[in-house]
């Protein structure tokens, strides 16, 4: 039983360091590649829309294909997508291959973000804070890195190793996937992934995590596509725009290291979540109005401030009595949550290219910042979940006792 938990554990942590290298890899690069594929800011911004849309995709598909071919099978699938996605991708000879190339790499990521809570709830119901923290805390290793490297590998060895050699890290995840699929068919008694969670989108706890969740990720993604761009318009280095995405998802980790602990030690988190919002809306005016003067100020509140974004996570598994419910759960927050932010870097983009400054996008993320506090004062509220009839598992962290 341990060795299989351990075996779930690497497979679960390594899958999750890659759930975010397709995004923040390409953001610093864009530019360049831009200007070899000859096309400029408003497919840069449907480039940075992307992850977003194929996220909510992916969270619309999820429930339903996990319930037919069960969570791991799942799993294995996306792993196969992300890696083959980032490695076709480098290959790339125009925008439009690149596109299709990446929407691979992201439907499988997206694919990633809706299975691992489940995944979580299933074998390491014991553990829900601790495995929360662990797998958000290699999500922020995949979003950082790769953006801390983007440019001084492309300097070294072009844009299309830099992007091309994060097809690594889902390879890694491959093997140990292939081994708990392979022994979970073996179980035969998948009974969680055949139950149909219904009611949903009639729940004001679902809503508000939507909102949550995908508010945050709206501006996250912006911020993501763009940083690099206010700070190159306020004369900054293509080095200093990259080494900003850098520290922006780098902060990340202080959100992921507290945010578990903090929804599960408090009935009603919801005080944390407003200072974050608070972080949000200072630093987007500072890094607005005030590029250069107090750079790493705004930058710091920017990278606090989606902290939200773990806290959502945690929030689905807290608030759902089974796997089957948070699998559902899962899809529709980061479905419609998605879908709803993936507007953001294209809108961005349109808004900066109409007006030729950055007040107008601003003035459209600080609405969005809006919506994080309204969505979390929702689903912080202590309250479980509430759907129409669902039969209750009992998958827990036995499932792989017995296994070889």
Same mark, same amino acid.
């Given at each position: ?142 979003? %950082? #890195?790769? +953006?801390?490297?983007?440019? $001084?590998?492309?300097? *070294?060895?072009?844009?299309? /190793?830099? =992007? &091309? ?95 578990? %602990? #903090?929804? +599960?030690?408090?009935?009603? $988190?919801?005080?944390? *979540?407003?200072?974050?919002? /608070?972080? =949000? &809306? ?123």
């Amino acid at each position: 039983m341990l060795s299989g938990r351990l075996v779930v554990v690497v497979a679960i942590l390594v899958f999750a360091a890659s759930l975010r290298t397709a995004v923040t890899s390409i953001a610093p690069l864009l530019t360049r590649i831009g200007d070899e594929m000859g096309f400029g800011a408003t497919t840069i911004g449907l480039i940075g829309m992307m992850p977003t849309a194929m996220f909510g995709i992916a969270g619309f598909l999820a429930p339903a294909l996990s319930r037919r071919i069960g969570l791991e099978n799942l799993t294995l699938a996306a792993v196969v997508a992300t890696g083959a996605g980032i490695a076709l991708r480098a290959t790339s000879s125009s925008a439009g291959v690149l596109l299709l190339w990446s929407g691979l790499a992201l439907l499988g990521m997206g694919i990633g973000n809706i299975v691992i809570p489940p995944l979580v709830k299933r074998y390491f119901s014991d553990r829900i804070a601790l495995m929360s923290t662990a797998y958000i805390t290699f999500v922020q290793l995949g979003t %950082a #890195v790769p +953006a801390a490297l983007a440019v $001084p590998v492309a300097d *070294a060895h072009g844009w299309r /190793i830099s =992007l &091309a050699m994060w097809a690594l890290v889902p390879a890694m995840a491959l093997l140990p996937w292939i081994g708990i699929a392979a022994a979970r068919r073996r179980r035969r008694d998948d009974d969680a992934a055949t139950e149909r969670v219904t009611g949903l989108w009639r729940t004001p706890l679902a809503w508000g995590m939507t909102f949550m969740f995908g508010m945050t990720s709206l501006v996250t993604y912006s911020l993501f596509t763009w940083l690099p761009t206010m700070i190159s318009d306020a004369g900054g280095s293509d080095q200093l725009g990259g080494a900003v995405v850098a520290v922006f998802s780098a902060l990340g980790f202080i959100g992921t290291l507290v945010a578990p %602990a #903090v929804c +599960a030690r408090f009935r009603n $988190p919801f005080g944390f *979540a407003a200072f974050f919002t /608070i972080c =949000l &809306a200072v630093g987007l005016a500072g890094i607005t109005w005030a590029p250069m003067s107090g750079t790493w100020v705004w930058v710091a509140l920017l990278g606090v401030g989606p902290t939200t974004f773990p806290m959502a996570l945690t929030l689905i598994n807290l608030r759902t009595r089974s796997d089957a419910e948070s699998a559902a759960l899962s899809g529709f927050a980061q479905g419609v949550g998605y879908l709803l932010a993936c507007t953001g870097p294209l809108f961005v983009g349109v808004l900066h290219e109409a007006t030729r400054g950055w007040t107008l996008p601003t003035a459209f993320l600080f609405i969005a910042v809006a919506a994080i506090a309204a969505g979390a004062a929702v689903a912080c509220r202590p309250l479980p979940i509430v759907v129409e009839d669902v039969p209750l598992p009992q998958n827990g962290p036995d499932d792989l006792a017995g296994q070889p």
